[in-house]
C-alpha cells in the first residue's frame, strides 16, 4: 500500500517562497505520475502540478509562473516550490499519486501565508 | 483545462438514493472518478474507470457514465456517507465544483 507524507513549514510570510515535500513510502516512485493538489479553507480542490520520476513536468497554467516541481528518487521524495506567495495561497496542501485517478493521497498539510 | 460541473448540495434520507451529477463536454468519451472528502480529511477515491470500486469501497457506490453527465449514485445512503463529492475525467487533472451530500 503506497502510502505519502507531506512536511514543511506551516507558516510562511507574504512574498516568501513556500516549500513543501512529499515522501512516498510502500511503494516505488516510478510507478505514477505525483501531483500536488491544494484546497482553500471551504473551497473546492485545486491542482497545482505533477511531476514524473524522469523529472518532466505538467503545472496549472494559473500557476505555472509561481510553481516548481521536483523530485528526489534516491530519497523518494518529490518537493513544491510557490513562489510570491500571498494571503490566496493559503491552504491545505495534498501530495498525491496520479494514474488516470488520484488514488493515494497524504494527510494534507496546512499552510497559512501570514506576517 | 476541462471544466467539470456538479450541483453544489444533494439532500438524502438515510435509506434512500442519493444521485450526484457531474457535466462535461463530451464527458461520456472519458472515463470518470469520484472522490469522497469527510471534514478535515483526505479524499479518498470511491469510483474510478466510470463504474469501478477499489477495494474496500461498499458497493452502495456506484458509477455511470454516457454523453455529457457521469452520474455516482448511493444506494441505501447512510449517515457516514454525508460528505463532499468531486468527480474527476481520467485524463484530465482538474476537479468537479464538488457537491456536498447532507444526509437528513
Known amino acids: 500500500q503506497v502510502q505519502l507524507q507531506e512536511s514543511g513549514p506551516g507558516l510562511v510570510k507574504p512574498s516568501e517562497t513556500l516549500s513543501l515535500t512529499c515522501t512516498v513510502s510502500?511503494?516505488?516512485?516510478?510507478?505514477?505520475?505525483w501531483s500536488w493538489i491544494r484546497q482553500p479553507p471551504g473551497k473546492g480542490l485545486e491542482w497545482i502540478g505533477y511531476?514524473?520520476?524522469?523529472?518532466?513536468?505538467n503545472y496549472n497554467p494559473s500557476l505555472k509562473s509561481r510553481v516548481t516541481i521536483s523530485v528526489d528518487t534516491s530519497k523518494n521524495q518529490f518537493s513544491l516550490k510557490l513562489s510570491s506567495v500571498t494571503a490566496a495561497d493559503t491552504a491545505v496542501y495534498y501530495c498525491?499519486?496520479?494514474?488516470?485517478?488520484?488514488?493515494?493521497w497524504g494527510q494534507g498539510t496546512l499552510v497559512t501565508v501570514s506576517s | 483545462s476541462y471544466e467539470l460541473t456538479q450541483p453544489p448540495s444533494v439532500s438524502v434520507s438515510p435509506g434512500q438514493t442519493a444521485s450526484i451529477t457531474c457535466s462535461g463536454d463530451?464527458?461520456?468519451?472519458?472515463?470518470a472518478c469520484w472522490y469522497q472528502q469527510k471534514p478535515g480529511q483526505s479524499p479518498v477515491l470511491v469510483i474510478y474507470q466510470d463504474s469501478k470500486r477499489p477495494s474496500g469501497i461498499p458497493e452502495r457506490f456506484s458509477g455511470s457514465n454516457s454523453g455529457n453527465t457521469a452520474t455516482l449514485t448511493i444506494s441505501g445512503t447512510q449517515a457516514m456517507d454525508e460528505a463532499d463529492y468531486y468527480c474527476?475525467?481520467?485524463?484530465?487533472?482538474?476537479f468537479g465544483t464538488g457537491t456536498k451530500v447532507t444526509v437528513l
Open positions: 474527476q475525467a481520467w485524463d484530465s487533472t482538474d
Open positions: 498525491a499519486s496520479l494514474s488516470g485517478s488520484y488514488a493515494y
Open positions: 510502500g511503494g516505488s516512485i516510478s510507478s505514477y505520475y
Open positions: 463530451k464527458l461520456g468519451d472519458k472515463y
Open positions: 511531476i514524473y520520476y524522469s523529472g518532466s513536468t
